[in-house]
Structure formats: C-alpha cells, structure tokens
C-alpha cells in the first residue's frame, strides 16, 4: 500500500495548477447515459474516482476513449474524455463497483429516464456518516418510478417513462438534486424542484444538460425548472475547476506561509472559505489566472465556522481548516452541520500534538505553537489531506498511511506539493 511521506517546515513558493473538479466530473460522466450520442467531457481530472466511474460505465455498455495530450499541452492539463453510451447493454450497476463510490449510485437517475429501468447498488463512499439515500428515491418516486429494494440493491421502474412533479426537498441535498436535475431532463412534462442545493456543481452539470438539449433554468439558485424533452444529442464541456481543491492548497499555504499563485481557481466558487482564510491571517488577492495566497510574517488567528450548503463554508474543507487552526494563536471553534460523522481526522491531528476537543458536533481547537511530525493515518479522503496540511507545518516526519483516500480525490498532490518546495515524496508498496 503507497504512502506519503513527509518532512515539515518549509515555507510553500510557487504555482498549483488547479484540476478539474471531482464531484463536476463525476456527475458530468454519469449525464452521458442520457444520450445515445458521444459526449465530449475537457479538464477531467486524472483520479482513481474517474477511473472507477469509467470502469462502472463500461460496465453498462458505455465506450470511454481518454484522448492523449498534444504537444504545447500543459503537462497538468485535465483529460479529453468521449464517452459514448450508444448501446446500454445492462442496466445493473453491481456491489462490486458502486460500494466503493457513493456517487455512482447517481446512475440509477439516467438509466431510468432513458432505458425506464435500473437496478443499483446501495451505495458505500467516504465513512463521515450514514449517508441515506432516501431524499433520491423519493425524488424519483415523484417523477413516477416504482422503486423497491432487494438484496441491497435498489430495483426502480418507470415502464411508461417519467413523469415531470414538483419535488420539494425537506433538507438541501447535492446527490438528491444530481438525481432529480438528470431524471426530469428526460421526463415527459415540467418539473420543479425546490430548495434545490446551489453548489457550482449542480449548475456546470445543469450547463452541460443544456448543451445536449435539456431545458433547464434555475440551476445554482433553491429553484430548478426542467421541461422535459423527448431525446437528449451530443455536445462539449469543460469540467469546471476543483473549488475544494482550490481551497485545501489555500489553506496549505496560509499553514506553512508562503506565496503561492493558484493557477486556474475561480475565487466566486469558495468566497466563504477565502473569507474564513482571509480572517485568519492569510492574505487572498484573486488576479487574471486565479488566485494569489499567501501568508507573510503573521501568525494564524483563531476563527469560528459553521458548514453550511454553498453559499456557505463547505463541509468538505472542514478537516483542512481545522488542521490549520491547530497552530492558531487561540482558540477555534468549528461545527459540522451536514455529516453527523466528519472528525475522524480529530484523533488522527492529535498524534501531531493538536489540542481538539469534541462536544457534539462542535470541535474547539486550542492552537499549539508547533506540531511534531507522527504516522497516522488516512481515514477519508478530506480527513486525509488535512493530515498532509499538519505534516506539512509539522517538525520532523510524517508518515501517511492508507494514502488511497487521497488519490480518489487530489491529482498528484505530491508532485504539486514538491513543485512548490515542499519535501513530500510518494513510498509505493
Ligand atoms: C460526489 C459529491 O458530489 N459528493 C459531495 C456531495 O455528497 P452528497 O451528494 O452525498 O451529499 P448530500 O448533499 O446529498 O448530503 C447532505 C446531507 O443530506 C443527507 N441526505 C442525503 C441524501 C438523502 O437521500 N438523504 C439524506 O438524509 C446526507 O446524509 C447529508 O447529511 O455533497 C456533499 C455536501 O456538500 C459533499 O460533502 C460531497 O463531497
Ligand atoms: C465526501 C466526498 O466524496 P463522496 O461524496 O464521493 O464520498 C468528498 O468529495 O469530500
């Protein structure tokens, strides 16, 4: 099993590029079995994620050609991928594949709409809570599947097509609302869905619907209209780039200090947490290419955050934020609103000498003026990388275990890391 191993201490200098966003990505990947035409998907981050969703798409008869790199292309461009689900083959998404990806449950929405049946595994993905998908069976069910679950596998219908309904969503949900957008895309008749959630992704996936001939208005605001069309046709995207990228980077410079460009970011899809990084200490200057961070002289000053649905501040930079906090100058307070489950990192920073204390979904965080380099090890993929950002300000070695974690979510992190004079090098085996 690879692991990260890591010296602390050196200031980060230099230019991240930033990747394609994952949960853009996916998605996007997914909206291709709507068509029987191929979709061109640019700026697809190379992750074991995608890979794994290619695997599964394959699975459903789904042909993937990645396109190589041209040259003059810059040696972190984001992969071409055409992928054409002409003939579905099977619309069983099985155990084996979907229990290591929550969202490739997401197929059962497509398959559904356009093939009228799917049978998909109950999904597995990061351990930060029990994660249900009860809010995407009930949107589908409002379209006018019949849905029953069997062995673990959800088994879902829809013999006459879809029906356009209003679904109103009783808490704001990313998977639910991916589900609904792509179901009512093909369902005959309009469909609204309410308290829709507004994160960037849901509106690039939205984008690219349009482009392939969906109807849709309203995506990235609590109201989505759909007016369903009989067919959906080819069309060409670019991923959007990586927000929680963006921002774990952001904070491993406001960690370290430093100055660093972040090279492709887009400031209006994080402006929360620049804002949290802002009051920190950190100084943000968005410019022509991205986003300049940096941290000069200034310690790092305590702040007190709740997660929240975008607009707010993501849960998925809670475990980064709260790795950098072990050195502020006080104390912090961070609550976690969306997963009932999301500290495993807490006993993992407290091997580096961080000072976490739990009550509920509360963590305080006394920052200590210098942590110590531990082996630890990865629990998810946020909680992961926030062991990077610690180890990375840490005195001495860190060894990073079960590094897996990361490699679903951040596209060669070491070699961005190193570019920018950290020591960080990838041990495999
Ligand atoms: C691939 C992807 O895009 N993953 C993101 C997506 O996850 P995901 O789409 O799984 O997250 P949701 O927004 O659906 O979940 C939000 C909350 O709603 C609950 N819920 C959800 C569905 C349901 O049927 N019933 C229910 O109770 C969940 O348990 C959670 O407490 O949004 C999360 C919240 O921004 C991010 O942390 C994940 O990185
Ligand atoms: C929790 C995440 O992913 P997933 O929803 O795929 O588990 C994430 O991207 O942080």
Redesign the pocket.
């Known amino acids: 099993m690879d692991r990260i191993r890591i010296i602390g201490g050196n200031k980060l200098h230099g230019t991240i590029p930033i990747s394609g966003a994952?949960?853009a990505a996916?998605p996007l990947m997914i909206a291709a079995l709507l068509t029987d035409e191929t979709l061109i998907l640019d700026n697809v981050p190379r992750l074991a994620d995608v890979a794994l969703l290619q695997r599964i798409l394959g699975n459903h008869g789904v042909d993937i050609m990645a396109a190589g790199k041209r040259p003059g292309d810059h040696e972190y461009q984001g992969q071409t991928l055409h992928i054409s689900a002409k003939n579905i083959i099977d619309t069983t998404a099985p155990y084996e594949l979907v229990s290591k990806m929550?969202?490739s449950f997401w197929v059962v929405a497509p398959l559904l709409a356009r093939m009228h049946e799917a049978k998909v595994s109950l999904p597995g993905g990061c351990a930060i809570?029990?994660?249900?998908?009860?809010?995407?069976i009930m949107a589908l069910e409002k379209l006018g599947a019949e849905i029953s679950i069997d062995g673990g596998y959800v088994i879902a219908k829809a013999p006459g097509g879809l029906k356009g309904a209003t679904i109103e969503f009783p808490?704001?949900?990313?998977?639910?609302t991916?589900v609904a957008l792509m179901a009512a895309t093909l369902a005959k008749g309009s469909t609204i869905i309410s308290n829709a959630?507004c994160?960037p992704?849901i509106a690039d996936v939205a984008d690219c619907l349009n482009k392939m001939g969906a109807k849709i208005t309203g995506a990235g605001t609590p109201r989505i209209l759909i007016e369903g069309v009989a067919k959906l046709h080819g069309a060409r995207h670019t991923v959007l780039p990586d927000r929680i990228e963006t921002g774990t980077y952001a904070m491993a410079v406001a960690m370290t200090g430093g100055e660093v460009q972040l090279s492709g970011a887009r400031p209006e899809l994080l402006q929360a947490a620049l804002d949290v990084l802002a009051q920190a200490g950190a100084t943000i200057t968005p410019n022509n290419d991205g986003i300049k961070v940096s941290r000069n002289g200034a310690g790092i000053s305590p702040v007190t955050v709740t997660t929240a649905?975008f607009p707010g501040f993501?849960?998925?930079l809670q475990a980064q934020l709260m790795a950098l906090m072990t050195r502020a100058k006080g104390a912090s307070h961070i609550t976690e609103t969306?997963?009932?489950n999301r500290f495993m990192h807490v006993q993992e920073l407290a091997r580096f000498g961080a000072k976490i204390s739990l009550d509920g979904e509360t963590a305080t965080i006394d920052g200590v003026s210098q942590l110590r380099g531990a082996p630890v090890m990865a629990t998810d993929l946020r909680a992961s990388v926030s062991l990077v950002i610690a180890a990375l300000a840490a005195e001495g070695e860190t060894m990073v275990n079960r590094i897996y974690h990361l490699d679903r979510g951040f596209e060669r992190l070491e070699e961005k890391l190193s570019a920018c004079g950290a020591t960080i090098e990838r041990i495999s085996g």
């Open positions: 994952k949960n996916l929550r969202a809570g029990t994660r249900p998908v009860d809010l995407l808490k704001v949900t990313v998977s639910g991916h959630a994160e992704e649905p993501p849960t998925d969306i997963f009932e």
